[in-house]
């Protein structure tokens, strides 16, 4: 949007820092109590609605041509060593967790002298401040960006701080939020009031403009005024802050959050000298209705006809027009009415889209419920979007609910949200997530498009209740944790009447002691299956409910989880269709990850994730054969043993297992099923979407 491909982007790669200053590898777990990925909330209000920015973000910015992509996309690390060493000496602005930059000088100490100073926001000097998204027993000055990597402050690099105290003296006031919404006159203005305006209408509570303060856009005018007026002697003068030098550690006490991050000033030998932030200065403007010097030149800047966005997505693509693609079966006698709960993995992509592929005399496909478990970020929904869109199922209903159990996956986390660097590819909808929401369901207040709230678990349960027939039940094929079913379960008394079959492609039968699970980012953890270590008790809620279970465990999935047999198979079909050549895409990319690197080497857990959808396959011939079996799930809140599978010989659940399946069979009814040109994408990719949209310009 602003011209500037040429910025270097560097994603990952620190493993983190543990308590005694060892340094993780590149890897797919995070380190450290205090971090934003554990501190903030997941669902809404959280996690969901920063990583989509409430769903603006899809909806309003250009589509560029670079995109994440493995082993293509250079590391933080990587961009931090080639710029720095490059010259001539850098400055470095910090508003997130010190990760990254700790590790970088812990590495590469010789490139310290390349530094020429470092602007940091967070800690709480002096500022009384609750702490915020902190966990609970965190300190009362620990601010999130503050907590657990201290190194950056102590690295003997001048430090200029933005703590609590100058943030706390500038909230967005409410003169302040209605001259911006007057005052819009470039994309980057537009971009930022609108997430600032959802920001505000999502709001817990009516104290928005006394609980809402600039943070990192007041850091960054303080290092930009500094960084300006460098050929002052005295960096006292501010225009935005008073400053002050003080001195200063962080505290790190090697005893989970008690007071590590703890940002304290003292007179020892060990202070370091910091020049803090202490005060946003007032507008000089005393006619002004801005009260802060920087909220004028906030908005002065960002409305600056110099160094301005080029465009957004609407004026990149001006013909462009969003259509809903919705299937007319007429009087077609549809299939088993099923619905999809997924955890949004490589796997339940294309489990999702097998699905659709069976013909609706076989599989009515009513909705898709998403759990965003540690697999991936809860904004991939979008993706989910996109892949109905392109199949021309816009009719139907997706749900995604809250995760229960803190997330320990760490670069997983962009690889699935980014569908390892292809989700560029595919067509775009109109549907996406978004923040949007209505008082008639709770919310505070309405925002612009109530209309387009993101429905609730319950509502599109009960929405697909009341499309049944009467005396129809619905089969649920899960292939994520359990947590959204056991959630719908504990909320409905008459659901298990209204559910014919569950299928749970998860947990672990483990035939002895070297017989492991896969939970590899907790080595506590030996026997559980990711989807029920994710959330034990909504396992063990729904094995201690009457319904109808079958299992697809761990070791029947191993089974069919060869790249090459079915990517051989997929490649040897004489017909192909959009969506073959996207599974082979993805497929041949996930086994090139797997060969390359270590950190790959689960990629086979994806298939084995297509098992419960090609099992739902009337036309599903797979020599399969089940064994009845007594289970229960380990629940007691103890890392190492929870969603562990036990068999009893006459207590527990009594549970249908897979216990044998036809790899061969399984490999060719995934590849015809996919090659088959019946119930075909309609749009293959964004580029002939373009296409389209462009004709359809060109002939009017």
Known sequence: ??????????????????????????????????????????????????????????????????????????????????????????????????TNFAIFLMNNPHLKKSVEHIYVMGGGVRSKNPTGCCPKNATPTCVPVQCGDPGVIHSGIPVTLVPLDATNTIPINQNFYEAFEKNQTTYEAQYCFKSLKMQHDNWFDDQFFASYFMWDSFTSGVAVSIMQNSHNSSHLENEFAEMEYMKIIVITSNEENERDGYTAEVTGPEAVRVLVATKA???????????????????????????????????????????????????????????????????????????????????????????????????????????????????????????????????????????????????????????????????????????????????????????????????????????????IILLENNTCSLIQDVYIVGGHISRSENDKGNVFSIPSSEYAEFNMFLDPLAAKTLFDSSLNITLIPLGIQHRVSSFPKILKRLRSTKKTTPEALFARRLLSRLYRLQQLHHTYHHMGTFLGKLLGAVLLDGDSHLSQSFKLKHIKVFADDIESRDGEILIYQNQGKLVKVLDKVNPKAFYELFAERFSDSKQSAVLASFEEQKKIVAATAKSN
């Open 1 to 98: 949007m602003m011209g500037r491909d040429d910025v270097a982007v560097g994603v990952g790669g620190e493993g983190g820092i543990l308590d005694y200053g060892t340094i993780l590898p590149n890897g797919t777990t995070t380190a450290g109590g205090c971090r934003y990925r554990q501190a903030i909330p997941v669902g809404l209000e959280g996690r969901l609605d920063r990583d989509t920015n409430f769903g603006i973000r899809k909806a309003f910015l250009p589509q560029g041509s670079r995109r994440y992509s493995p082993f293509r996309q250079p590391t933080a690390q990587q961009v931090m060593i080639d710029k720095i060493s490059a010259g001539p000496k850098i400055t470095v602005i910090v508003i997130g967790a010190h």
């Open 281 to 487: 200065k007032p507008n000089e403007d005393v006619e002004s209705p801005l009260n802060r010097e920087f909220l004028k030149s906030f908005l002065e800047v960002l409305n600056s006809p110099q160094q301005t966005g080029k465009f957004n997505f609407t004026t990149q693509f001006p013909f462009y027009k969003e259509m809903i693609y919705k299937p007319d079966f007429g009087n077609t006698k549809l299939g088993k009415p099923v619905v999809f709960d997924m955890d949004m993995s490589a796997g339940d992509f294309l489990a999702l889209l097998y699905l659709l592929k069976v013909p609706v005399e076989v599989i009515d496909l009513k909705a898709i419920l998403v759990t965003p478990t540690g697999w991936a970020n809860a904004a991939t929904i979008d993706i989910i979007y996109d892949l109905l869109h392109m199949m021309g199922r816009d009719d139907i209903p997706l749900e995604t609910a809250k995760m229960l159990r803190p997330s320990h996956m760490g670069v997983v986390d962009y690889w699935i949200r980014t569908m390892y660097g292809l989700a560029r590819d595919l067509p775009r909808s109109p549907r996406r997530y978004t923040a949007e929401n209505s008082v008639k369901y709770g919310a505070p207040r309405d925002t612009d498009n109530p209309e387009l709230r993101q429905p609730l678990a319950l509502e599109v349960w009960e929405s697909v209740m009341k499309t049944l027939h009467p005396g129809s039940k619905v089969t649920i094929l899960t292939n994520g944790p359990l947590t959204t079913l056991a959630s």
